[in-house]
């Protein structure tokens, strides 16, 4: 599996953003898997964002993030999106989607996944 994280940018705070992470490779019409959004800040440790399912689409989300941010995915386009709204300064960082392969849970465990995409930075900033 690839994953090729795309659209991040500079915004206002109170900004919108939506990240996509395309994925290409069979082992996700063959498996069970978890998709992951995660971030690192400089001079921080990534940290989990948010994450869901393909089981039934259930969702995870940060404390930090929620009610900001919404994860999703297009099936047929095997593409996950982090869909975010009211964008803080705080959530300045660089975006890493992430992919577990039969995996049936929702975790923002980095251990769990097994599969990075190059990240994509997101800037909030007056």
């Known amino acids: 599996v690839q994953l090729q994280a795309s659209g991040g940018g500079l915004v206002q705070p109170g900004g919108s953003l939506r990240l996509s992470c395309a994925a290409s490779?069979?082992?996700?019409?063959?498996?069970?898997?978890?998709a992951g959004w995660f971030r690192q800040a400089p001079g921080k440790m990534r940290e989990g964002v948010s994450c869901?399912?393909?089981?039934?689409?259930?969702?995870y989300y940060a404390d930090s993030v929620k009610g900001r941010f919404t994860i999703s995915r297009d099936k047929d386009k095997k593409t996950v999106y982090l869909q975010m709204i009211s964008l803080k300064p705080e959530d300045t960082a660089v975006y890493y989607c992430a992919i577990a392969l039969d995996y049936n849970g929702t975790s923002l465990q980095e251990y769990v996944y097994d599969f990075w995409g190059q990240g994509t930075q997101v800037t909030v900033s007056s």
């Open positions: 490779g069979f082992g996700l019409t063959r498996f069970h898997y978890a």
């Open positions: 869901m399912r393909s089981t039934d689409d259930s969702t």
